[in-house]
T-cell receptor
Framework: DAGVIQSPRHEVTEMGQEVTLRCKPI?????LFWYRQTMMRGLELLIY????????DSGMPEDRFSAKMPNASFSTLKIQPSEPRDSAVYFC?????????????FGSGTRLTVV | AQSVTQPDIHITVSEGASLELRCNYS??????LFWYVQSPGQGLQLLLK??????LVQGIKGFEAEFKRSQSSFNLRKPSVHWSDAAEYFC????????????FGAGTRLAVHP
């Protein structure tokens, strides 16, 4: 299995531009998570999906952030408009079921820099 | 509220020395426990997990962890550290009763001196 695939690996954009991050979970995994990692705040859960349905988006920082999962093999995290404080590494993770004894499998992340 | 604490932000050890990274959790029942490792520029990789049975669990890369219910702890150990173990280590806890997400500690950054 190719694991959780994220694209792009690096993104540099100007403030005010729209940014879209992409994630392909492991086939058969029906839970998907988006995390943001910064030095100051560590790992923050932004949103997670079960069976393509958003379950908890309380971690999404503000309305500029949105996430979708149109099917079981693809999810996007969009920031519009982007701001310099959004600079971080964004991780996608998936797991095979709802139960918490499953561990997550993480992607390699997208390093976002907003200038 | 449920929480996970990693008391040590940074730890430095010499290559070949033993290692113990601490993790404590707050929860009324037995949680599901995980350790992840993150090398620079990489995602998090699962080292090991515990959810029932033997309280001493073995993981990849020569790591082990012991669940101690009386201390609400799940400390990670390695008898002899290699320079390649330098990374950041995260403890994570999953709870039963309808929760579907893991709670991560703040991480411990390990440096290894030659």
């Amino acid at each position: 299995d190719a694991g959780v695939i994220q694209s792009p690996r690096h993104e540099v954009t100007e403030m005010g531009q729209e940014v879209t991050l992409r994630c392909k979970p492991i086939s058969g995994h029906n839970s998907l998570f988006w995390y943001r990692q910064t030095m100051m705040r560590g790992l923050e859960l932004l949103i997670y999906f079960n069976n393509n349905v958003p379950i908890d988006d309380s971690g999404m920082p503000e309305d500029r952030f949105s996430a979708k999962m149109p099917n079981a093999s693809f999810s996007t995290l969009k920031i519009q408009p982007s701001e310099p404080r959004d600079s971080a590494v964004y991780f996608c993770a998936s797991k095979p079921g709802q139960a918490n004894y499953y561990g997550y499998t993480f992607g390699s992340g997208t390093r976002l820099t907003v200038v | 509220a449920q929480s996970v604490t990693q008391p040590d932000i940074h730890i430095t050890v010499s290559e070949g020395a033993s290692l113990e990274l601490r993790c404590n959790y707050s929860y009324g029942a037995t949680p599901y426990l995980f350790w992840y490792v993150q090398s620079p520029g990489q995602g998090l990789q699962l080292l090991l997990k515990y959810f029932s049975g033997d309280t001493l669990v073995q993981g990849i890369k020569g790591f082990e962890a012991e669940f101690k219910r009386s201390q609400s702890s799940f400390n990670l150990r390695k008898p002899s550290v290699h320079w390649s173990d330098a990374a950041e280590y995260f403890c994570a806890v999953g709870f039963s009763g309808g929760y579907n997400k893991l709670i991560f500690g703040a991480g411990t950054r390990l440096a290894v001196h030659p």
